[in-house]
């Protein structure tokens, strides 16, 4: 049954009195209020007879439109609705219309099997089962994917419509690597979905390739004054149809993948496969091998990770590496996880033994990155890397990866109350090779000589001033040694004396000591630590392979200096409360 705008501005102003249960509404307050709503609309005043009003009500009563609307008369001239919590809104699809819906969800299934209308599937689905669940009142049969959460969904038909009409936009947008977000101009071409993730297609300037942004780092769009740029080069299935996902570097020539899938994954990449190229090379008891013409991007990578050891890369190289890496840094993420069990264990070894040794405390991604750090800035600045002092007043952007949850947890299980005084980097290598004889660390850097009682032997080596302090201060302070390589026996490992930390000895009582006691060696693998304490005696031996042995050494105290003297390089870790 037909029904014009203006009966529809009725039924819902009739709809929304009566949803209002604080006002009791007689048949001229609904009459007003229906005047009312029109004006609004439509700009000039309507005469809504009484005959009208009371017809519409009759109208929403009725099945003809579906509503069944429980209007009643109460005290013979106040209407309601009967359930307080009915709204027109909610009513279900009538009848006629869900015949309708019927014969048409027939009629498009009949073109799902011409390529023209591939992409029609899922919404005939969608349809069909609606209609049924709306005739059956039964749960739906069918349950697509969907994230209601996910952000940037309202930016989608703002979107198309500006793709629709080929117009620019001035888009604020903040990547997850972006510090804070920046706005500029963007020329939408097309929007494309990605594992239940949507991104625009387009460009930012004529002379910039084809970019993607993900609608949930969206926070604004809005029409841009600029003319639309158009890419008559770029052509959507030509554009993707060498690579997985979004992610495409047009200059960049596919690759042949490939890829050995177990005996239990293979039927599932078999029937749904990873890219249209996808072919079966081979096939034996344990599993199949399948090849791929495809780019070498972060989806491709994304899809093979996600079948865990199911799967295998066996060409090409690279991607086999980038796999294998992924894999291990994923390991190390559980590997890496330190329990209150060994936060104990190595606190209670540092105050009776010395030392303490704890593997797995950063990934080996973190140590990579740290890596990377010294070596470019040794590169850049000519600088000493055998020991290179004050490291974090020269690298202070190593922080976001040294101080990260396990060094908190770690530094508060020894003293909660710590601050770090001194951080030097060692790399003993083939070309810098030393030995360093039996000692203890006493020494301290400061800001300024201040003469102190307790504080003696007062050095000046290149600006840096040392000073041994008393020995409460060197019995409070413990080092943390950070290995970037493993490190053993034969690459010049730490030697202690355990038990030798107790107090400042003397060079006869040193002799003595390490003659007569069996030194451990320090073995500590990349990305694990050793604390000591400075008293305890240590030594190491030159390096007998062709390895590096790179070790960050950072020494830590709670002890505030008196009399004005200041550690050099003091770094407050944790905010006081």
């Known amino acids: 049954m037909a029904v014009n705008k203006n009966a529809l501005i009725r039924y819902k102003t009739i709809d929304k009195c009566l949803q209002n249960n604080f006002r009791q509404w007689t048949l001229n307050d609904l009459i007003e209020a229906v005047s009312d709503a029109l004006y609004e609309y439509e700009g000039k005043a309507i005469d809504v007879s009484k005959r009208t009003v009371q017809l519409d009500i009759q109208m929403m009563r009725s099945d003809k439109l579906g509503y069944n609307a429980p209007i009643v008369v109460y005290e013979r001239k106040f209407y309601k609705y009967e359930d307080a919590?009915?709204?027109?809104?909610?009513?279900?699809?009538?009848?006629?219309?869900?015949?309708?819906l019927s014969e048409a969800?027939?009629?498009?299934?009949?073109?799902?099997?011409f390529s023209h209308f591939e992409e029609l599937g899922s919404m005939v689905q969608k349809l069909e089962d609606h209609v049924y669940t709306q005739k059956t009142q039964e749960k739906s049969l069918i349950d697509?994917?969907?994230?209601?959460?996910?952000?940037?969904?309202?930016?989608?038909?703002?979107?198309?419509?500006?793709?629709?009409k080929k117009q620019a936009i001035e888009i604020t947008y903040q990547s997850f690597k972006a510090r804070q977000e920046s706005t500029f101009t963007f020329h939408p071409y097309l929007l494309k979905e990605f594992r239940n993730r949507w991104f625009v297609i387009g460009k930012r300037q004529k002379h910039e390739g084809i970019m993607n942004l993900a609608l949930d780092r969206m926070i604004s769009i809005e029409k841009s004054l600029k003319s639309f740029?158009?890419?008559?080069?770029?052509?959507?299935?030509?554009?993707?149809?060498?690579?997985?996902?979004v992610s495409v570097s047009p200059n960049l020539k596919p690759?042949?993948?490939?890829?050995?899938?177990?005996?239990?994954?293979?039927?599932?990449?078999?029937?749904?496969?990873?890219?249209?190229?996808?072919?079966e090379v081979s096939r034996d008891h344990y599993g199949v091998t399948i090849s791929l013409e495809v780019q070498?991007?972060?989806?491709?990578?994304?899809?093979?990770?996600?079948?865990?050891?199911?799967?295998?890369?066996?060409?090409?190289?690279?991607?086999?590496?980038?796999?294998?890496?992924?894999?291990?840094?994923?390991?190390?993420?559980?590997?890496?996880?330190?329990?209150?069990?060994?936060?104990?264990?190595?606190?209670?070894?540092?105050?009776?033994?010395?030392?303490?040794?704890?593997?797995?405390?950063?990934?080996?991604?973190?140590?990579?990155?740290?890596?990377?750090k010294?070596?470019?800035?040794?590169?850049?600045?000519?600088?000493?890397?055998?020991?290179?002092?004050?490291?974090?007043?020269?690298?202070?952007?190593?922080?976001?990866?040294?101080?990260?949850?396990?060094?908190?947890?770690?530094?508060?299980?020894?003293?909660?109350?710590?601050?770090?005084?001194?951080?030097?980097?060692?790399?003993?290598?083939?070309?810098?090779?030393?030995?360093?004889?039996?000692?203890?660390?006493v020494p301290i850097n400061v800001l300024e000589k201040i003469e102190t009682v307790g504080f003696s032997s007062w050095t000046n080596k290149k600006g840096v001033i040392s000073v041994c302090?008393?020995?409460?201060?060197?019995?409070?302070?413990?080092?943390?040694?950070?290995?970037?390589?493993?490190?053993?026996?034969?690459?010049?490992?730490?030697?202690?004396?355990?038990g030798s930390h107790n107090k400042r000895l003397n060079d006869d009582e040193i002799k003595l000591i390490t003659t007569n006691s069996i030194p451990f060696a320090s073995e500590v693998a990349s990305g694990g630590v050793q604390l000591i304490k400075p008293l305890l005696l240590h030594a190491s031996s030159a390096s007998k392979v062709q390895k590096r042995r790179r070790v960050l050494h950072l020494e830590f105290s709670s002890i505030a200096l008196p009399n004005r003297l200041e550690y050099k390089e003091k770094e407050v870790l944790f905010n006081p409360k």
């Open 85 to 100: 919590s009915y709204s027109i809104t909610n009513s279900p699809i009538s009848n006629q219309d869900l015949t309708k």
């Open 105 to 113: 969800v027939s009629f498009l299934k009949q073109f799902q099997g």
């Open 144 to 164: 697509f994917e969907k994230n209601e959460n996910l952000k940037g969904l309202k930016f989608l038909d703002p979107l198309y419509q500006f793709i629709l």
């Open 229 to 245: 740029l158009l890419d008559s080069n770029f052509n959507s299935e030509n554009f993707y149809k060498n690579a997985i996902g």
């Open 255 to 279: 690759e042949n993948m490939l890829l050995y899938i177990n005996h239990k994954q293979a039927p599932y990449v078999l029937t749904k496969p990873f890219h249209h190229t996808q072919k």
């Open 296 to 372: 070498h991007n972060f989806e491709l990578e994304k899809e093979i990770l996600s079948l865990g050891e199911g799967i295998k890369v066996i060409a090409p190289e690279r991607l086999k590496r980038n796999i294998k890496e992924r894999l291990y840094d994923a390991v190390d993420v559980y590997e890496t996880e330190i329990n209150d069990k060994n936060l104990r264990t190595i606190a209670k070894r540092l105050e009776y033994k010395g030392f303490g040794i704890l593997n797995h405390v950063y990934t080996k991604r973190d140590i990579r990155k740290l890596k990377a």
């Open 374 to 441: 010294f070596d470019t800035y040794i590169k850049q600045n000519n600088e000493q890397a055998f020991g290179m002092r004050e490291v974090l007043q020269k690298l202070p952007e190593i922080k976001d990866i040294l101080f990260n949850k396990n060094f908190k947890k770690l530094v508060k299980s020894i003293d909660k109350n710590a601050f770090l005084t001194k951080a030097i980097y060692f790399d003993k290598s083939p070309q810098d090779n030393w030995y360093v004889t039996w000692h203890q660390d």
């Open 469 to 498: 302090p008393p020995e409460e201060i060197s019995k409070n302070t413990f080092s943390m040694r950070i290995h970037l390589d493993d490190t053993t026996e034969k690459n010049g490992a730490l030697k202690v004396i355990p």
